[in-house]
């Protein structure tokens, strides 16, 4: 499974990007995706998550009412839409792929290379 994160990019405070992750694999929907994010000097940590159809998603409190993920699996592809973006959001994003429910970085087992989104004040 290869996965490959793009769409970051430089931001205002209050504005708004949207991450793609293409999945090269070929069953997409058998596997749970997750986001994360790494901020300089920081760990990585969970952002949220999307079931394999789509129907259930789970978000940190950080992006809970800003942040939205969907995927289309006719596409293979994950989203992140990010709105109310805020200067501490600024991070390398990455997408997984993985088969538990789970916000631990450690059970997914398939990362994307990572981009990078800054959000300016």
């Known amino acids: 499974v290869q996965l490959q994160a793009f769409g970051g990019g430089l931001v205002q405070a209050g504005g708004s990007l949207r991450l793609s992750c293409a999945a090269s694999?070929?069953?997409?929907?058998?596997?749970?995706m997750g986001w994360f994010r790494q901020a300089p000097g920081k760990e990585r940590e969970f952002v949220g998550r999307?079931?394999?159809?789509?129907?259930?998603?789970d978000y940190a409190d950080s992006a809970k009412g800003r942040f939205n993920i969907s995927r289309d699996n006719a596409k293979n592809t994950v989203y992140l839409q990010m709105n109310g973006l805020k200067p501490e959001d600024t991070a390398v994003y990455f997408c997984?792929?993985?088969?538990?429910?789970?916000?631990?970085?450690?059970?997914?087992?398939?990362w994307g290379q990572g981009t990078l989104v800054t959000v300016s004040s």
């Open positions: 694999v070929q069953i997409f929907v058998a596997y749970i």
């Open positions: 997984a792929a993985g088969s538990r429910v789970s916000r631990k970085d450690d059970e997914y087992d398939y």
């Open positions: 999307i079931s394999r159809r789509g129907g259930t998603t």
